[in-house]
């Protein structure tokens, strides 16, 4: 029996066609949470009605407006009653084990904030999408293992940066604890909207020396970008990478990387404008001239952020990736 209890919140928007078999695996696992909440994000399709008549054991917060993935997430932690709480995707679908292999994790490592799944592509499933997340030091994010056939290279329960918000479990304290990194107090920066969230809260952890697990035995399948994609995900990109970067990288870390991070963005800009015709390269061109604009919110945030770092800027810069490809 576990001494920690569970909190599983699946923001939903419109996933109607995947929410019974993402519901159907909560159900089945081994297990069981305290409590599964589904926030609905003023869906139009039929995920509400569906989640009413077929799973009444689950808790369901319907948001009135769209106020897109941050929003709905917030309102999920703000509603869990959970020791651990534990975001997971609608289009995404979990073993029967994933919950207690999280639970071992954190029963055998006490240390440990907040704990990685193996994700695999749910229509490939010897394909990784993630075996817990990275970041560059010129602002790039990045996911371990993305597009590699398994072979057995991520079967080790070992730190890493930090999880992916697909399936990640966190400790409630500690998400308690950067609430105070934003002006309105939630836990996750509503201004990112959607995309680099999860990037924008594991830094905010990591910046707070606390720690993160991946667990191999902690499986999901995941449809990648079912529910997202397109020309929104590009705009986010565009704009979050900016936004991310300038607000949590410390001094130390930021300005002799400065150049690494604008040539990177540059190289965007370029890619984008020799694709100019298409939708989603004018999104992201968009999306980096908005985060530009952001920068006078983005320093107001970063204040607040920095204030509360307690890791020294040895042990940050140690924890980040420097291939700048």
Request: hydrophobic fraction near 40%; charged fraction near 25%.
């Amino acid at each position: 029996m576990s001494k920690f209890t569970y909190s599983v919140i699946i923001p939903n928007y419109n996933g109607a066609r995947f929410l019974a078999g993402c519901l159907d695996s909560i159900q089945a696992q081994t297990l069981a949470p305290l409590e599964t909440i589904v926030v609905d994000d003023a869906s139009t399709d039929e995920s509400v009605a569906l989640v009413k008549a077929s799973y009444p054991w689950v808790k369901l917060l319907v948001r009135e407006e769209n106020g897109q993935f941050a929003k709905a997430c917030n309102d999920g932690f703000d509603a869990a009653q959970g020791d651990i709480l534990v975001l997971f995707n609608n289009d995404a679908e979990a073993e029967p084990g994933w919950l207690a292999a999280i639970d071992r994790a954190f029963q055998e490592r006490p240390e440990i904030s907040s704990v990685a799944s193996r994700i695999m592509l749910y229509d490939r499933r010897n394909i990784f999408h993630t075996a817990g997340d990275y970041y560059k030091a010129n602002g790039l994010p990045g996911n371990r293992g993305v597009w590699q056939e398994n072979r057995g290279q991520y079967d080790v329960l070992e730190e890493v940066f930090g999880p992916c918000g697909c399936a990640a479990a966190y400790k409630r304290e500690v998400l308690e604890a950067v609430r105070a990194d934003n002006p309105d107090g939630k836990i996750l920066d509503e201004s990112l909207a959607m995309y680099c969230e999860d990037v924008d809260l594991n830094l905010r952890l990591r910046l707070r020396n606390l720690r993160c697990l991946y667990q191999p035995e902690a499986v999901v399948y995941h449809r990648l970008s079912a529910t997202g994609g397109g020309t929104l995900a590009s705009y986010r990109n565009g704009r979050n990478f900016i936004v991310v970067a300038l607000k949590n990288l410390p001094a130390s870390v930021l300005l002799p990387n400065l150049p690494a991070i604008v040539f990177t963005q540059l190289k965007y800009a370029f890619n984008s404008l020799t694709k100019i015709r298409l939708n989603t390269e004018r999104a992201r061109l968009k999306g980096q001239f908005d985060g530009l604009k952001a920068i006078p919110d983005t320093l107001r945030r970063r204040r607040l952020v920095q204030a509360h770092r307690s890791i020294s800027n040895e042990q940050f810069a140690a924890l980040l990736e420097y291939n700048q490809e």
